[in-house]
Protein backbone atom coordinates (compact mmCIF):
# COMPACT_ATOMS: atom_id res chain seq x y z
CA UNK A 1 0.00 0.00 0.00
CA UNK A 2 1.27 3.65 -1.41
CA UNK A 3 0.34 6.92 1.06
CA UNK A 4 1.28 10.05 -0.29
CA UNK A 5 1.41 13.42 0.95
CA UNK A 6 1.54 16.49 -0.45
CA UNK A 7 3.44 20.06 0.75
CA UNK A 8 4.34 22.73 -0.88
CA UNK A 9 1.26 24.89 -1.66
CA UNK A 10 0.59 28.05 -0.71
CA UNK A 11 -0.32 31.67 -1.85
CA UNK A 12 1.87 33.16 -4.41
CA UNK A 13 1.49 36.55 -6.54
CA UNK A 14 0.90 35.86 -10.27
CA UNK A 15 4.35 35.69 -12.19
CA UNK A 16 6.36 33.33 -8.75
CA UNK A 17 6.88 29.82 -8.31
CA UNK A 18 6.40 26.94 -6.04
CA UNK A 19 7.49 23.47 -5.76
CA UNK A 20 5.02 21.05 -4.43
CA UNK A 21 6.21 17.75 -3.32
CA UNK A 22 4.86 14.54 -2.78
CA UNK A 23 6.17 12.20 -0.43
CA UNK A 24 5.45 8.38 -0.43
CA UNK A 25 5.73 5.46 1.63
CA UNK A 26 6.59 2.30 0.33
CA UNK A 27 9.88 0.76 -0.98
CA UNK A 28 8.56 0.32 -4.24
CA UNK A 29 7.67 3.60 -5.34
CA UNK A 30 9.67 4.20 -7.90
CA UNK A 31 8.20 1.69 -9.93
CA UNK A 32 4.87 3.69 -9.84
CA UNK A 33 3.51 6.56 -12.35
CA UNK A 34 2.94 9.56 -10.66
CA UNK A 35 0.60 12.25 -11.27
CA UNK A 36 -0.13 16.01 -10.18
CA UNK A 37 -3.84 16.48 -10.66
CA UNK A 38 -5.83 19.92 -9.76
CA UNK A 39 -9.50 20.72 -8.81
CA UNK A 40 -10.57 24.34 -8.44
CA UNK A 41 -13.97 25.11 -6.93
CA UNK A 42 -16.97 24.03 -8.63
CA UNK A 43 -14.79 21.74 -11.76
CA UNK A 44 -13.89 18.75 -12.38
CA UNK A 45 -10.11 17.14 -11.43
CA UNK A 46 -7.75 17.92 -14.10
CA UNK A 47 -4.37 16.24 -15.20
CA UNK A 48 -1.52 18.20 -15.18
CA UNK A 49 1.26 16.55 -15.24
CA UNK A 50 2.91 12.58 -14.58
CA UNK A 51 6.35 10.77 -14.78
CA UNK A 52 6.42 7.60 -15.65
CA UNK A 53 8.87 5.46 -13.67
CA UNK A 54 11.12 5.45 -16.93
CA UNK A 55 11.50 9.02 -16.54
CA UNK A 56 8.94 10.03 -19.27
CA UNK A 57 7.29 13.24 -18.49
CA UNK A 58 4.13 14.67 -19.87
CA UNK A 59 2.12 17.58 -19.43
CA UNK A 60 -1.34 19.40 -19.80
CA UNK A 61 -1.14 22.08 -22.77
CA UNK A 62 -1.84 24.70 -20.18
CA UNK A 63 1.53 24.05 -18.45
CA UNK A 64 4.01 22.60 -20.42
CA UNK A 65 6.34 25.64 -20.59
CA UNK A 66 5.62 26.54 -17.29
CA UNK A 67 5.74 23.51 -14.80
CA UNK A 68 8.38 20.59 -14.56
CA UNK A 69 8.12 17.42 -12.90
CA UNK A 70 10.65 15.27 -11.57
CA UNK A 71 11.17 12.38 -8.99
CA UNK A 72 13.80 11.76 -6.64
CA UNK A 73 13.75 7.66 -6.48
CA UNK A 74 15.95 7.53 -3.75
CA UNK A 75 13.88 9.49 -1.26
CA UNK A 76 10.66 8.64 -2.90
CA UNK A 77 9.67 11.86 -3.29
CA UNK A 78 7.73 13.77 -7.02
CA UNK A 79 8.36 17.08 -7.43
CA UNK A 80 6.48 19.80 -9.17
CA UNK A 81 7.94 23.04 -10.00
CA UNK A 82 5.63 25.86 -10.73
CA UNK A 83 6.76 28.81 -12.69
CA UNK A 84 5.08 31.87 -14.02
CA UNK A 85 1.95 31.39 -12.14
CA UNK A 86 -1.39 32.65 -13.32
CA UNK A 87 -4.32 33.28 -11.43
CA UNK A 88 -6.08 30.33 -13.03
CA UNK A 89 -3.78 27.83 -11.88
CA UNK A 90 -5.41 28.25 -8.39
CA UNK A 91 -6.53 24.97 -7.48
CA UNK A 92 -6.04 22.08 -4.57
CA UNK A 93 -3.37 19.82 -5.91
CA UNK A 94 -3.25 16.48 -5.66
CA UNK A 95 -0.82 13.86 -6.55
CA UNK A 96 -1.54 10.21 -7.19
CA UNK A 97 0.05 7.16 -7.98
CA UNK A 98 -0.36 4.11 -9.57
CA UNK A 99 1.90 0.78 -10.38
CA UNK A 100 0.20 -0.59 -13.42
CA UNK A 101 -1.43 2.63 -15.51
CA UNK A 102 -1.06 2.49 -18.87
CA UNK A 103 0.05 5.35 -20.64
CA UNK A 104 -2.66 6.35 -22.12
CA UNK A 105 -4.73 6.30 -19.00
CA UNK A 106 -2.42 8.65 -17.15
CA UNK A 107 -4.65 11.72 -17.56
CA UNK A 108 -7.28 10.51 -16.36
CA UNK A 109 -7.72 10.45 -12.80
CA UNK A 110 -10.05 7.88 -12.17
CA UNK A 111 -6.93 4.88 -13.05
CA UNK A 112 -4.98 5.96 -10.26
CA UNK A 113 -5.01 3.81 -7.19
CA UNK A 114 -3.72 5.85 -4.70
CA UNK A 115 -4.37 9.72 -4.00
CA UNK A 116 -2.80 12.63 -1.15
CA UNK A 117 -4.66 14.55 0.79
CA UNK A 118 -3.99 17.68 -1.56
CA UNK A 119 -2.74 21.07 -0.90
CA UNK A 120 -3.61 24.22 -1.72
CA UNK A 121 -2.21 26.71 -4.48
CA UNK A 122 -3.07 30.01 -4.70
CA UNK A 123 -2.44 32.95 -7.22
CA UNK A 124 -3.18 35.94 -6.86
CA UNK A 125 -3.55 38.85 -9.17
Known amino acids: QVQLVESGGGLVQAGGSLRLSCAAS????????VGWFRQAPGKERDFVAA???????YYADSVKDRFHISRDSAKSTVFLQMNSLKPDDTAVYYC???????????????????WGQGTQVTVSS
Open 26 to 33: GRTFARYT
Open 96 to 114: AADSGIILSSIRFPAHYDH
Open 51 to 57: IRSTGHT
